[in-house]
Each structure stands twice: as structure tokens, then as C-alpha cells.
């Protein structure tokens, strides 16, 4: 086929440039007009060489070489085959362990866990960070010189909508909102009485100093919301998004590494991790000055969502100060549960927030709570070594050291409050003097307990790392390819599957490829080629894959898996959906 402009010899030419032999070029020549392998180029066509190879020679010579020598003879080339890689192999997402927090509030967990059909740990969660707001900043825990940390906690409940984040998050922000809802009322007054009385100064005389607005809750997730907040505030703030993709959405996440104003805000929100003076300059408003710039943050984020933007925010440690927990899928609340709570929770932190405004504060460590706390800077050193672990993983780890002083604050300063708290409140008689407030307070200023720096170490240890691990390493390290890669073998998994199988294939049997150039499905083929689960009958652009021949016998507990999960499915839509639309086809 000599004519350069005859469509078989631009077939041929095209498939010289993918890698075909020059004994498959020949084969392909004997056929000197296309119509042996389908129709003619549409008239109009730009490059008719190219829609020939794609929808005539190319499909119909693969599988007429592959009938010819037979999937067996495919299968002999590759005799000598390791068994397949666990493409499945996921991260155990860890129960939260109850048994870390103080025996009441545990108990009051489960019981709302029951009635409202969430997972205890979510709540546990979100009430550890509303407890953290609870006490103020000025209640500091020192380590060693310099070293001190404050109870500020970032939490963030990753799950499904379907999970309820939002009740469970509402049901722990009661106190901080009936505090919020108080102090408000205060500030309006206090501020009314400030401005009576820069009203009557005489000439001369030094102003009155401006009144301290206490606030405990914000659903505002900008640096000006929160500027205004903290302007007089030195005591910290919740900041609560109801999703956390506004939070990073302030951040300008969607628009990768270089967004200017992402790069503006950033350094603001680091800061307000660890607390301190902090100054904002404005064009506008001039200099603020902020005594104590300070937010601790909670909030959910559906999975698929928090990957995306992680692969988009800068790599600058933001991510990596949050406590994220996975939760567990939906579970079916208890409707014959008692309705409400004994409210022990709401109490402990309408006790914190009264008794720690304003009240400074330096708490130590007890030799048994350094002991359990080195014991943790020895793991998390240990673990910045391994090299396989994702470097952000490491980066996350790294900062227990000071998280972990931090949950211990929380869980020392509840236990403060419900060591004082009556057991039975009927009695009048033999109860302490002293208000409750000033009891807590004296039972703030002891040392932390090596007991629970323990809970601590066994919460970090046992629950937060494997959570932290299934985000870092499934989620944010495994991308959309080795995702498309699973749903593949699944459906190889779920039926009877031939020795090999072909693009048109995959196109027809898996959703997700249906309309997905070749490139990509090329792509997702080396992912499974490089976990031993196929192999490419051709180097170079192959549109054909011989399966691995044991991979039902090294998986077979999965295989059985996807195809009972299979029928289950299908037998549910027969079920439930199909006698509905023949009988509205009857209908009709």
C-alpha cells in the first residue's frame, strides 16, 4: 500500500506509531480496503486515518489475533506470576475509647450516642473541643522553661452526610451557646455604661479603659470576623463553621498553592493556633492589636471533599494541627430511650467558663505525667523515621507533643468540676462554703496526674492515630486512579470474568469509564498492572489485559464478597424499584 493517501495506508502508518509490529502491519495490508473491518470514514472526517484505526482496524484485528492464538497462549507468555498485591488494604478506623473521659460524662455520651443514632466517638469529639473553649486561655500548662500550652483544640468530624455531624454537633455546642447567648447580654450593658461614661469626662481626663467582651462561640470562619471578635477578647473563641469547607474556602483552598489571598490569611490562622500577641494591620482600620489572638475550631467535611482540598492548600502545617475523626456509618437510634440528658456535661462547662474568666493560671505536670508524656515524644520521633509513612502523617505527628498536653488540660479540668459537684445535691447541710467556682479553681492549680496524661497517650495512641492514618494515607495519598482501580476489580471480582479483557470492555461493563478517554483508562490499567492484577498484551498502548489466573483463588473471600454484595443489590432493586415501574408502565 504504497498511496499515502489510501485510509488503510494511513491505518498502517498510525498503527506503526502505537507500537504494532511490522508482521502485524502486514497482516493489516493484506486488507487493502477497510471495508474488510467496517465502514468508511464519515464524510468530513479530519483525520481519517485516525477514526479508522480507533473504530475499524484497531478493534476488530485485536480481537481477531487474540481468537486466533487463544487466551491460553496470552496466558502462557506471563507462566510465571506473583500473586497479587491487597488493593483493598485499608486502615482499621478505631472505636474512641470512652474510658479516657471522666465516668460521667462517658455514660451521658452513650445515652445520647443511643438515642439520637450517632457514633459515640463523633460526640465525644465534638464535646472534647467545646470543652477546650470552656477554659480560658489564661489557664496555661507549662512543660519545661518556656514551653507553656493552652487548652485549644482544632477537631475535625469527617463523614458521609448521611453520619449526622450536625445534630451531634449542635446537641455538644448547648453550653457554649447558652454562654455566648449571656455573655452578650453583659457586653451590651458593659458597653452602654462605657460610652455614659465618655460621655461626662471633663476636659483633661484620661478615658475610661475599654471594657473586656468575653465571647465563647463564632460561626464566622474570616480573619475579620474573627479580629472583631478578639479585639477585646483575650480569653479565646470556638469558631464553628457548620461545614469546615467554608473554613478552608476562606482560605481560598480551591485555588491551589498560589492564591494571593490565600497567602495573606494563612499566617493568621497558624498563629491563632498557638495563641499570643498578635497585631493585623489594615488599610482601612489602621493597626489592631490583639492581646491574645486565639480560636479553637470544630466542624465536619464530607471525606471525598476534605481530600480534594487537602491536595489543593499549601503544605504549611495548617491541616496537619487538626484532630480528625472518621466516623462510622449511621446507626438506628433507640426510640424507647429516655428523651434528654442529666445535663452533667452542660454543667461541667457553664462551671469552666465561670470559673476560669479572668482567672490566671500556671498548671504543671506531675513526674508521672512527664513520664507518660516522654514516653509519647519517643513514639512520635520514632515515627518521623519511617519512610514510608506520608510526610504529612509525620508532620501531624509530630505536633502531639503539645496536643497531647493540651487534651490533657480538658480532661484535668473536668474532672476538676466533677470532683466538686454533690453527689446528692438534696441535702443542705454538710456542703463546702466556698462557691463552686472558687473549689474549682483550687483544684485547677494541681499538677496533671499521671493517670490522665495516661488517657491521653492511650486516646493519641490506640483511636486519633489510626484515624489520622486512614485520612493521610487512604484518603489524601490514595488518588481518584487507584479509587477507579478498586471499582475495576471489584467488578472483576463480582462475575465470571475471561482470561483478558478489552477496552471496549471496560468501557461497556464499568460506569465510570463509559466516556473516559483512553489515556485515563490506560492509567488505571499500569495501577493494576503494577499490583500484579493484569498485564498488558502489547508495551505500547495496548487495549488489552490478560487477568491474573489465581486472583480468585488469592482473593477469594473478597470475590465472595462482591458478588453477594452484588446479588444483595440487585435483589433489593427487584424488590423495591422494579414492581413500582411495571406497574406504572401499566398504569400508563
Known amino acids: 500500500l504504497e498511496d499515502s493517501s489510501h485510509d488503510a495506508y494511513q491505518a498502517c502508518l498510525c498503527a506503526f506509531r502505537r507500537g504494532w509490529t511490522l508482521a502485524d502491519m502486514a497482516a493489516i495490508g493484506e486488507h487493502t480496503q477497510l471495508a474488510t473491518f467496517g465502514a468508511r470514514p464519515p464524510h468530513g472526517a479530519s483525520d481519517p486515518w485516525q477514526w479508522a484505526w480507533k473504530y475499524t482496524v484497531a478493534p476488530a484485528w485485536v480481537d481477531q489475533q487474540n481468537d486466533a492464538r487463544g487466551l491460553s497462549a496470552l496466558e502462557d507468555e506471563f507462566a510465571e506470576w506473583d500473586d497479587p498485591e491487597d488493593l483493598f488494604s485499608k486502615t482499621p478506623r478505631t472505636a474512641f475509647p470512652l474510658e479516657v473521659l471522666p465516668g460521667a460524662i462517658a455514660r451521658e455520651i452513650r445515652h445520647e450516642a443511643n438515642r439520637m443514632g450517632v457514633d459515640p466517638g463523633m460526640l465525644a469529639m465534638d464535646k472534647l473541643a467545646v470543652a477546650a473553649a470552656a477554659i480560658d486561655d489564661h489557664v496555661q500548662v507549662r512543660v519545661t522553661g518556656e514551653w507553656v500550652e493552652r487548652a485549644c483544640l482544632w477537631v475535625g468530624i469527617?463523614?458521609?452526610?448521611?453520619?449526622?455531624?450536625?445534630?451531634?454537633?449542635?446537641?455538644?455546642?448547648?453550653?457554649a451557646l447558652k454562654q455566648e447567648e449571656q455573655w452578650q447580654k453583659d457586653n451590651r450593658t458593659a458597653l452602654a455604661l462605657y460610652r455614659q461614661a465618655q460621655q461626662g469626662l471633663q476636659p483633661g481626663t484620661p478615658p475610661p479603659p475599654h471594657p473586656k467582651l468575653p465571647r465563647a462561640v463564632t460561626t464566622s470562619a474570616t480573619v475579620e470576623g474573627l479580629r472583631l471578635a478578639l479585639k477585646h477578647n483575650d480569653r479565646g473563641i470556638l469558631v464553628c463553621p457548620d461545614e469546615l469547607a467554608s473554613f478552608f474556602g476562606e482560605l481560598d483552598a480551591y485555588q491551589g498553592r498560589g492564591g494571593a489571598r490565600a497567602s495573606k490569611d494563612r499566617p493568621h490562622w497558624l498563629s491563632a493556633f498557638g495563641g499570643g500577641l498578635h497585631v493585623i494591620e489594615r488599610a482601612k482600620d489602621g493597626s489592631t492589636y490583639i492581646r491574645n489572638w486565639s480560636a479553637g475550631?470544630?466542624?465536619?467535611?464530607?471525606?471525598?471533599?476534605?481530600?480534594?482540598?487537602?491536595?489543593?492548600?499549601?503544605?504549611?502545617?495548617?491541616?496537619?494541627?487538626?484532630?480528625?475523626?472518621?466516623?462510622?456509618?449511621?446507626?438506628?437510634?433507640?426510640?424507647?430511650?429516655e428523651h434528654g440528658s442529666d445535663g452533667t456535661f452542660e454543667t461541667v462547662c457553664q462551671t469552666l467558663y465561670e470559673a476560669?474568666?479572668?482567672?490566671?493560671?500556671?498548671?504543671?505536670?506531675?513526674?508521672?505525667?512527664?513520664?507518660?508524656?516522654?514516653?509519647?515524644?519517643?513514639?512520635?520521633?520514632?515515627?518521623?523515621?519511617?519512610?514510608?509513612?506520608?510526610?504529612q502523617l509525620r508532620t501531624h505527628l509530630s505536633k502531639w507533643d503539645g496536643i497531647s498536653v493540651r487534651l490533657a488540660l480538658v480532661l484535668h479540668a473536668m474532672q476538676a468540676v466533677l470532683d466538686e459537684l454533690p453527689l446528692d445535691p438534696l441535702p443542705s447541710f454538710g456542703l463546702p462554703d466556698e462557691p463552686l467556682p472558687t473549689r474549682v479553681r483550687s483544684r485547677l492549680t494541681r499538677p496533671i496526674s499521671g493517670e490522665v496524661m495516661a488517657r491521653v497517650e492511650h486516646l493519641l495512641r490506640s483511636c486519633l492515630l489510626y484515624h489520622a492514618k486512614v485520612f493521610y494515607e487512604d484518603v489524601l495519598h490514595v488518588g481518584e486512579t487507584v479509587q477507579l482501580a478498586r471499582k475495576v476489580v471489584k467488578h472483576w471480582l463480582s462475575r465470571e470474568s475471561e482470561g483478558s479483557v478489552s477496552m471496549r470492555e471496560l468501557r461497556k461493563r464499568v460506569r465510570e469509564m463509559k466516556d473516559m478517554p483512553e489515556q485515563e483508562i490506560r492509567l488505571t490499567m499500569e495501577v493494576l498492572a503494577a499490583y500484579g492484577w493484569c498485564r498488558p498484551v502489547t508495551e505500547r498502548f495496548p487495549t488489552r489485559w490478560v487477568l491474573h489466573p489465581a486472583m480468585r483463588r488469592v482473593h477469594d473471600e473478597r470475590a465472595r464478597t462482591e458478588r453477594d454484595r452484588k446479588e444483595r443489590n440487585e435483589r433489593i432493586m427487584h424488590q423495591n424499584f422494579y414492581p413500582q415501574v411495571q406497574e406504572s408502565s401499566r398504569l400508563h
Do not use: C
Open 158 to 175: 469527617v463523614g458521609e452526610p448521611s453520619t449526622r455531624k450536625t445534630p451531634a454537633q449542635d446537641l455538644a455546642l448547648k453550653p
Open 297 to 337: 475550631i470544630l466542624g465536619g467535611i464530607q471525606p471525598r471533599l476534605m481530600a480534594q482540598i487537602a491536595r489543593n492548600i499549601a503544605d504549611d502545617g495548617l491541616l496537619q494541627r487538626f484532630l480528625l475523626y472518621f466516623t462510622k456509618g449511621q446507626v438506628l437510634a433507640d426510640k424507647h430511650a
Open 356 to 391: 476560669t474568666l479572668g482567672f490566671e493560671a500556671t498548671v504543671t505536670l506531675s513526674p508521672e505525667a512527664h513520664a507518660a508524656h516522654d514516653r509519647l515524644r519517643v513514639f512520635t520521633n520514632d515515627m518521623q523515621d519511617v519512610e514510608s509513612l506520608p510526610h
